[in-house]
């Protein structure tokens, strides 16, 4: 892991400034087309400062988005007020006032550190930690005795983030106006200088891509405990039609603390298999790619996990039955288990479709219960039917079976819109029946429903807290291409 760092020195002597430019790039540089997501851990009070801005966090997600307005094929994210404790070896991107470095000290008037772990050429991790000794104002302009200001020092560090070093510490030295100078000066905005070096990384790039609509169930997801053996998460799906379809897989573990879940699967790995059981492809750590792809083929659909260590595939796939099974990663520690997500996005650039989507999981209670997540695409009502199995799966060998599933469909606003315990005693028992999706166990859950275009959530729990592993199921009932 390499340090950034920025010295507390006035340059009071104007810079020579060359013709051409002289900025100096480190030795990664982000996937194209990522989304860098930084997680802002900065005071969100103590202003107004003397540009208006409220607090220290205001200042620096506005120095994240003037990068931004000069980078193509990467761009910056910002997560506000960020639950997640900062690390430097979480594979996320945190930003921080500290009195430390994650333990060791500053050093003397050093303003701030950007810490990078690569992994070869390509950047894992970034984290950036503010000195918290310093007296910090945000403005523009001169330098000022009182306060240093923080802005144009977020401006620098954020441009390490961005891939750039200390052009006056190169080897020739560089004499150039530019915000990346190690030392701060007068200079409060980024130079030609600086945004020539973004550029020189990011200007070219694979296209971006978008996903073509469809009124067919366009993504779906799936959260639960990921547990060892027979509770681990498998996700089942089917393409359905006479011509292929290509998907693109994500198995989410760490970042889903930034949504407040805890305990979740530290590493997780990811595998797509054919109705045989056979390996077609697998994901461990998305930006290292696997198959012939790389990274950017999956960011280009804005599609790449904002977690260096979680994982994801994109396959263009025959009709048939899949798999998709999320496990840990074994490094060796223990940590073994946790929540995850298995995530399905067909992208429709295909005749085939994903369908009938079905994942297997632990269900623990409180956070750790069973929710998947689909959304219905196009802008016509779809009907759905949705399933929650437990007792059946005994039957087929899988120990530890959830014995009473309960389900509960809600709709993007969290508003219930239909449950089910005992699929029987519901109101659609007949037409589930009658189109053959009638579960095998009578203490099994499953409703029928017609939606309109939005996103949705199939929540299954245990009856009384029960626990176990149990199979969600989403089914699209209208017809199959040709």
Do not use: C
């Not at 760092?5 to 009071?12: E, P």
């Not at 017609?450 to 009856?463: M, S």
């Amino acid at each position: 892991m390499k340090k950034k760092i920025l010295l507390g020195l006035v340059a009071l002597t104007p810079l020579l400034i060359r013709v051409s430019f002289g900025y100096t790039l480190e030795q990664s540089a982000w996937t194209k087309n990522r989304t860098v997501l930084m997680h802002l851990s900065l005071p969100v009070s103590g202003g107004p400062f003397q540009d208006g801005f409220g607090s220290l966090s205001e200042s620096a997600e506005d120095a994240l988005n003037i990068w931004n307005q000069y980078l193509v094929h990467m761009k910056f994210a910002v997560d506000r007020n960020s639950v997640l404790a900062p690390s430097n070896s979480d594979d996320n991107m945190s930003v921080q006032l500290a009195s430390t470095v994650f333990g060791d000290t500053f050093g003397n008037r050093v303003l701030a550190v950007t810490l990078i772990n690569s992994r070869g050429t390509i950047t894992e991790q970034t984290d950036v930690v503010f000195n918290s000794a310093i007296n910090f104002d945000s403005y523009r302009g001169p330098l000022q005795q009182q306060a240093l200001d923080f802005h144009r020092i977020a401006l620098h560090e954020f441009g390490h983030v961005v891939g750039l070093d200390h052009p006056d510490e190169a080897t020739p030295k560089q004499n150039v106006a530019a915000i990346m100078n190690s030392i701060v000066s007068n200079i409060d905005s980024l130079q030609a200088d600086d945004i020539a070096g973004a550029q020189s990384i990011y200007s070219s790039g694979p296209d971006f891509q978008n996903s073509n609509p469809a009124p067919n169930l366009v993504n779906i997801s799936t959260r639960a405990f990921v547990g060892l053996g027979d509770s681990g998460l498998i996700g089942g799906f089917i393409i359905q039609g006479s011509q292929p379809a290509t998907v693109i897989l994500r198995a989410i573990g760490n970042s889903l603390q930034a949504a407040g879940i805890s305990n979740t699967l530290n590493d997780p790995v990811l595998e797509l298999r054919n109705a045989s059981g056979g390996l077609i492809a697998s994901s461990d750590d998305w930006i290292d790619g696997a198959n012939g792809f790389d990274g950017s083929a999956i960011a280009s659909y804005h599609l790449d996990p904002s977690n260096s260590r979680e994982s994801a595939l994109m396959a263009t796939l025959n009709p048939g039955n899949y798999t998709a099974v999320v496990h840990s990663y074994d490094n060796g520690d223990g940590d073994l288990t946790g929540t995850a997500l298995v995530e399905l996005y067909d992208l429709h650039t295909n005749g085939g479709r994903a369908a009938n989507i079905s994942t297997r999981g632990q269900v623990q209670t409180g956070n750790n219960v069973m929710i998947g997540g689909f959304i219905v695409g196009g802008n016509q009502p779809k009907q759905v039917i949705a399933r929650a199995l437990g007792p059946s799966l005994a039957a087929a060998g899988v120990a530890n079976s959830l014995s009473d599933p309960s389900l509960e469909l809600r709709d993007a606003s969290g508003n219930v819109v239909s449950s089910n315990d005992n699929w029987g005693d519901g109101p659609d028992a007949a037409a589930i029946q009658a189109k053959g999706f009638a579960p095998s166990r009578n203490l099994e859950s499953a409703l029928q429903v017609t939606l309109n275009p939005g996103n949705y959530t199939a929540i299954v729990r245990g009856v009384n807290s029960g626990t176990g592993v149990a199979l969600v199921e989403i089914y699209d009932l209208s017809p199959p291409p040709n």
